[in-house]
């Protein structure tokens, strides 16, 4: 059973995915994303200006990527999403889990952890 917090916080999360990463919008990251955000992914540079020019730069080069949400969970002040990233069409594309801590009803942190889909390996469950 979540507290009131948790599901604040998991809609807020929710919320951010459908109007940022799942559409790369770039012009809706101030609603959610803290101007103090702290940013521990590999693949953006820190703050919250850095990830309004990555989204930027990669809704450019994949205007056609879908993000699939597979499932979520919240503990305390952080989100976990994992959802199946396909950067263009036919792409069996790669899983991410995104982590987030959330802060007076923002999210001020993230981490992220990234998988390959491999499609011809010895284990026959999927990763997503």
């Known amino acids: 059973m979540r507290t009131r917090e948790e599901q604040q916080n998991l809609d ?3 919320e951010m995915f459908e109007a940022v990463l799942r ?8 609603k959610y994303i803290s101007p103090d955000y702290i940013q521990h992914s590999a693949l953006a540079e820190p703050g919250r200006e850095s990830l309004k020019s990555y989204l930027r730069v990669i809704s450019k080069q994949h205007p056609d990527a879908t993000q699939d949400m597979k499932r979520c969970f919240v503990d305390g002040d952080h989100v976990i999403l994992h959802y199946h990233v396909r950067p263009d069409p036919g ?3 790669f899983v991410v889990v995104d982590i987030f801590r959330v802060e007076d009803g923002m999210i001020v942190e993230h981490w992220d ?10 284990n026959p469950n999927p990763v997503c």
Request: proline share 8%; glycine share 8%; no cysteine.
């Open 23 to 30: 559409p790369l919008n770039a012009d809706a990251v101030d």
């Open 91 to 93: 792409d069996v594309g």
């Open 12 to 14: 807020l999360v929710l």
């Open 113 to 122: 952890v990234l998988q390959d889909i491999v499609t011809d390996g010895p």
